[in-house]
């Protein structure tokens, strides 16, 4: 036996207690690995955006498109280092279930201002020799079971065909690959030319215009000049960092951090109030137990230090598998929330802010009794019985 | 029995404050006790025993006064030094043996090893001589409630002697058992008292288990008025 043991044996003592105790703290660190894993899969596009990267959209809305002729206008401009452009394919594959986030995209200017992913050389040069190809996202590739190679039926749930399809086949060309972990790779890459050829609409319009400046500084200074330069236009723009552009987008939803706070804040509060009163009658019914530890020649000291310990015990023991079940709820769920969160994953961050608050719950719950265990009067509770 | 002094209680005055009314406990007792003896306490409630007990023990101040255990001063003593001065000579039995409900036997009587650097060899091999004396070693791994009241007051003599103190401070250690277990416990006292080496020093208020002691105190009022032995007390 050793101290560790002591404390242990007192937090086992009352089996339902424990359970019950152990579960509400479950519950609420399971709410917050959870909530907290979704509300950085929100987050997730604003703090990866690149510092220099903006993203030049329709005025009137993101949903409304741009002539592709701004975007040579927009490389003349001072301090702006590289452009390229974008549509909005709206895939699905097979069923409309099953989301497939494409873009049509310009082969040659991508990746020059989106550096923050990659894609082997030889897969790339495929790629872009190939009006049939299509780049695949890593996290798409492994959910799916896609190889390099591999033909596939890609449908649009807005645009059709000149034959009256609105199925495309591509071929595989290579995968994208993030450089951080957590970019999110969860589309899909085809060619803007061949898109527009095959479609019935025609035309040289676009969705978006993502653009490099030369430096962060320059960022303002440039989405006023790209906006002026189109003012008073028939499609007037609305420039800004991508990260803003991110948390527009997300923000479209409400305020999503804010809720997903709030109920975590409100259920921690809960727990706090009943794990602390449970510590605290705890401790209460063994004030005789603690004079004969003090009797025994125990410290006020190792008394406080073993009863805090108990609070830190219970509050990791509840909230590590707390933790643990938002982790595998999370994977569970995570291959049906691909198209809507694709960076939904219980990263670093949430699991090392939980642990972190699941000391604190453990020293709040544990403060009060540990001072009394501490301060107790042995002679009183040695008479009280 | 010794000569030498184990306890020197000088000029000892107790006063406890209850409301506005300052009630004296003891005013001016002295009393020595000399090692190897078994000293019983009797008196009536409110007389001071257990009182007294708590200040030999380190578990009380006087008011005024001086313990002196060995020739040091324990009552100034701070409250961690008192701590590690009852580890290192008192062991306490009391009345409800006061077992902690959730460890079995052995490790009840591990509890003030854990105050001590040893190893778990060592310490295990200090409860099994422990839990032998005591003529336990057959219910180590049972839980106090598994045990009746006279084996759970054994475990706890177990305990209060495993880390080999030189003095048991005993509150009515028979005071809730019948009378054949209060026999076994009173004889597993005297043994510690006579073939250890114990000081024993006894609050109780049963004559027959006061008669086990070589020394019977009587106290009332916070005096003692009678004596039976004066080899220990001066």
């Known amino acids: 036996m050793n101290n560790f043991t002591l404390v242990r044996k007192n937090l086992t003592r009352n089996k339902l207690r424990l359970f019950l105790n152990c579960f509400a703290i479950f519950i609420a660190f399971l709410l917050f690995g959870a909530l907290g894993a979704i509300k950085n899969a929100f987050d997730a596009g604003v ?17 409304q498109p741009l002539p592709l002729a701004y975007v040579n206008k927009i490389r003349t401009l001072e301090g702006v280092k590289d452009v390229t452009w974008a549509n909005w394919f709206g895939g699905y594959y097979q069923e409309p279930k099953n989301q497939l986030m494409t873009f049509a995209v310009d082969p040659e200017s991508y990746f020059e201002v989106y550096d923050d992913v990659v894609v082997d050389e030889q897969e790339l040069e495929n790629w872009k020799k190939d009006r049939q190809g299509i ?25 059709s065909k000149h034959d009256g399809s609105s199925t495309w086949d591509f071929n ?47 960022n303002e200074e440039v989405s006023r000049a790209v906006d002026k330069m189109f003012a008073n236009s028939p499609a007037e723009t609305e420039t800004s960092t991508e990260a803003q552009f991110s948390k527009a ?33 705890s401790i209460k019914e063994r004030t005789s137990e603690i004079a004969v530890l003090k009797t025994l020649g125990f410290t006020a000291e190792k ?23 938002a982790w595998l709820s999370i994977k569970a769920i995570t291959p049906m929330t691909q198209s809507i969160l694709p960076a939904l994953v219980l990263g670093h961050q949430v699991f090392i802010s939980g642990l972190m608050f699941i000391a604190i719950l453990g020293f709040v719950t544990g403060i009060v009794p540990a001072w009394q265990a501490m301060k107790l009067n042995t002679i009183e509770a040695l008479s009280r019985r | 029995m010794s000569n030498e002094l184990l306890f020197d209680l000088k000029n000892i005055e107790k006063r406890f404050v209850r409301g506005r009314e300052s009630i004296s406990i003891f005013d001016g007792l002295n009393i020595t006790i000399k090692k190897g003896t078994f000293v019983s306490i009797m008196g009536p409630s409110g007389s001071g025993k257990t009182t007294l007990l708590n200040m030999l023990g380190g578990v009380d101040r006087p008011t005024s006064g001086e313990i002196l255990f060995e020739g040091q001063a324990i009552q100034n003593l701070g409250e961690g030094e008192l701590a590690k001065w009852r580890a290192r000579h008192v062991g306490f039995i009391f009345q409800f043996y006061n077992l902690m409900p959730m460890l079995n036997a052995e490790k009840n009587v591990e509890l003030p090893l854990l105050l001590k650097n040893l190893s778990k060899a060592q310490r295990n ?25 006279g084996q759970q007051q054994r475990v706890a003599i177990a305990r209060a002697i495993v880390s080999d103190p030189d003095l048991l401070l005993c509150d009515e250690p028979t005071g809730d058992l019948d009378r054949t277990t209060a026999t076994e416990i009173l004889e597993t006292l005297q043994l510690l008292n006579k073939e250890f080496g114990k000081t024993i ?3 109780t208020h049963d004559p027959v288990a006061a008669s086990f002691a070589n020394v019977s105190l009587h106290l009332d009022k916070g005096q003692f008025i009678e004596q039976q032995s004066s080899e220990a007390v001066a």
Not at chain 1, 47 to 63: C, G, H, P, Q, Y
Not at chain 1, 182 to 204: A, C, N, P, R, V
Not at chain 2, 126 to 132: G, N, Y
């Open chain 1, 47 to 63: 703090e990866l955006s690149a510092d220099d990267r903006l993203v030049t959209v329709n005025k009137i809305n993101f949903t």
């Open chain 1, 135 to 159: 780049l695949i996202g890593e996290r798409i590739a492994n959910a799916r079971g896609w190889k390099v190679g591999d033909r596939i039926p890609v449908s649009s749930n807005i645009f």
């Open chain 1, 172 to 218: 595989i060309s290579g995968i994208v690959r993030p450089e951080n972990p957590q970019t999110d790779t969860s589309y899909t890459l085809i060619h803007y030319k061949y898109f527009m050829e095959t479609q019935i609409w025609g035309g040289d319009w676009i969705g978006w215009i993502p653009l490099t400046t030369q430096n962060p500084e320059l």
């Open chain 1, 249 to 281: 987008f997300v923000e479209q939803m409400g305020d999503i951090g804010f809720i997903i706070m709030s109920v975590v804040m409100a259920a921690f509060f809960t727990i706090l109030l009943i794990v602390g009163n449970s510590m605290w009658q």
């Open chain 1, 303 to 325: 008394v406080f230090a073993m009863v805090l310990a108990e609070s830190f015990l219970l509050a990791a023991l509840g909230g590590i598998l707390g933790l643990g079940g």
């Open chain 2, 125 to 149: 091999k200090s409860v099994e001589t422990a839990l032998k004396l005591v003529g336990l070693s057959d219910r180590a791994r049972h839980l106090p409630k598994e045990l009746s009241g």
């Open chain 2, 201 to 203: 020093v006894m609050v």
